[in-house]
């Protein structure tokens, strides 16, 4: 091949190239891509190990540390994140999880926290997009965003192999809290799943924001992920898969017709659950009926 058309092959895939990057939608598609797969990844083990409630609590601990990290001039994710951490930390008290109230205790909580992250806001007297940190602003995200989206995705890739070590992979094994033949393991995997679950949620609050993270967190309970497979990671494969396909579906309606990704996901997520529901109730219903 002559060098002039060397040159000119080189020069046209450079300008190829460059001509993707430069497309606006390519970034956020990347983001809620990842996002799609990290959230009904780790929803999935929190759904084995019964500590979804846990998460609704991180979530909202996140948001009075990202004000704060805010106000004191560092990385908003920085301050999520030790928020999370002091949520995880509160959520593993037995206060919290042997308590006969346990939904109420964790609901007041949660909303309590969320209340006390907004009444923080003109103390400081900072601005906070507050609407792009509840419900994401996913179309205006760049580089730096999709850079920290990938920190989660080699944590739920270490994750994921440690269900195979960890020797808690089913769902009978995973649903007890305790191993009284091996606690260390136990609590070795509990605190890395904590971990995984701050750090995918601080991370996905571009993508979907505090409120349309959780119920993109329970999108395994739709299919009814724990009673179809009881196997861990194959399951975190499926609830991925899923999670994916309306990710995706929501980035692309979103685009059409100008909606917000983040609330019309979690929408979508509304929308297949009360589907899920009827579906059952239908069915059951023609079942009498073919009985009577």
Known sequence: MPRGTFDFLKIALYFSIMSVLNNWWLIPSLIIILVGILCPAIGTALIYKKKLWNANLISFTILPGLIISRALGLHPLFGGFIGGV?????????????????????????FGMFGFGVSIIPLFDIRIDLEAVLFGDLLTSNLRELTIILAPSLVLFIFFFLTFFIGKSTYSELNQQSDPANPIKTCFYNLFLNFTTIIVITSSITALGLVSVIPFLSIPSIIGIEKRVPNLPFAMVLSSIFGLTISTTGLLVSIIFNFAPGPLIAAICLLL???KFFVKDLINFFKKYIAG
Do not use: D, Q, W, Y
């Not at 959520?91 to 109420?104: G, H, I, Q, Y």
């Open 86 to 110: 002091i949520g995880a930390l509160l959520s593993e008290l037995p206060s919290f999880n042997k308590n006969r109230n346990t939904a109420s205790v964790i609901n007041i909580f949660t």
């Open 273 to 275: 659950l009360v589907a």
